[in-house]
């Protein structure tokens, strides 16, 4: 009984991480991104979480996701991209190689919100 509730407290603590590679600038929770690379962590199970975009020790974008679970691991890093008429780029979902979830980025949960013509 005592493992069960170890079991199930460590699962509702469960940290996440990935990788994120932006190939040119991005937005991500209403923040820009430059190209390079960069480390993405997560503390929950969900089916919301509070995810950090990182590169080396420093935040650089810290925003709400929601957990979306996948039918099978993610064969590699990716990220769906939503573009605007005038040319934005904001990333909307992430997903990481050899996961079983996604973190789709909430509207409206950066810093800043950006402005686009769907």
């Keep these: 009984m005592i493992g069960a509730a170890f079991l199930l407290a460590t699962n509702a603590f469960a940290a996440g991480k990935g990788t994120l590679h932006v190939s040119s600038p991005e937005i991500v929770a209403g923040e820009r991104l430059a190209a390079g690379d960069y480390t993405v962590r997560w ?19 810290s925003a709400n996701a929601r957990i979306v679970a996948l039918d099978s691991a993610s064969p590699s890093d990716s990220v769906v991209i939503q573009k605007y008429d005038n040319g934005v780029q904001q990333v ?5 190689s050899g996961q079983k979830v996604a973190l789709q980025i909430e509207e409206g949960s950066g810093s800043a919100m950006v402005q686009g013509n769907n």
Excluded at 50 to 55: D, P, S, T, V, Y
Excluded at 92 to 96: G, K, V
């Design 92 to 96: 909307s979902l992430m997903s990481f």
């Design 43 to 61: 503390d929950g199970s969900g089916p919301s979480v509070q995810f950090r975009i990182m590169q080396g020790a420093k935040v650089v974008v």
